[in-house]
């Protein structure tokens, strides 16, 4: 099964502001949808909570230290290893890891592959990206979406590791 990142990162590793994305990218989220259907998602607590509610057409997985927490229509997890047991149980072909910030940095080390959508947003944020070397990976695809209209520009990219964790 391949583990990969999703994410959408500002210039300055940017990816949450109050609970929530700093930027509103109508078509950041569609790709995002179209990547993810029919997968399993796994994210951490407080971007459940952003989200507020189980994504249509995906198994979602929430992980959170807290054992009381409830999720309708999703399963919680208390341990990323729990969540990786739960995917492959399913036959998943691919695990998308899509924050926040801790779940990122816990996951990195396990992924394969990340999708990145980088926004031309340097701006206030209180959550960050992991600081990570870009050695051992490879970016194998780039699209530039222009600003249009009120929508920032962004890049997708797409990033395989080179040697598999």
């Known amino acids: 099964m391949k ?4 994410a959408a990162v500002g210039l300055k590793g940017e990816i949450g502001r109050e609970g929530s994305l700093p930027w509103h990218l109508p078509s950041d989220l569609r790709n995002f949808k179209k990547l993810t259907m029919g997968h399993c998602l796994l994210v951490g607590r407080t971007t459940y909570e952003a989200i507020g509610k189980a994504l249509p057409g995906r198994k979602m997985f929430v ?21 990786i047991s739960l995917a492959r149980e399913q036959e ?28 031309f947003y ?7 990206f992991p600081e990570m070397s870009w050695e051992g990976w490879e970016r194998t695809q780039s699209v530039y979406h222009p600003d249009e209209g009120q929508e920032l520009a962004w890049q997708f990219e797409v990033w395989e590791r080179k040697s598999q964790p």
């Open 3 to 6: 583990i990969s990142i999703i």
């Open 63 to 83: 992980l959170s230290r807290n054992a009381d927490f409830a999720a309708p229509d999703c399963k919680v997890v208390g341990t990323w290893e729990e969540a």
């Open 92 to 119: 998943e072909s691919e695990l998308f890891v899509a924050g926040g910030g801790k779940v990122y940095e816990t996951c990195l080390p396990y992924c394969s592959k990340m999708y990145l959508s980088k926004v």
């Open 122 to 128: 340097d701006g206030p944020a209180d959550t960050y």
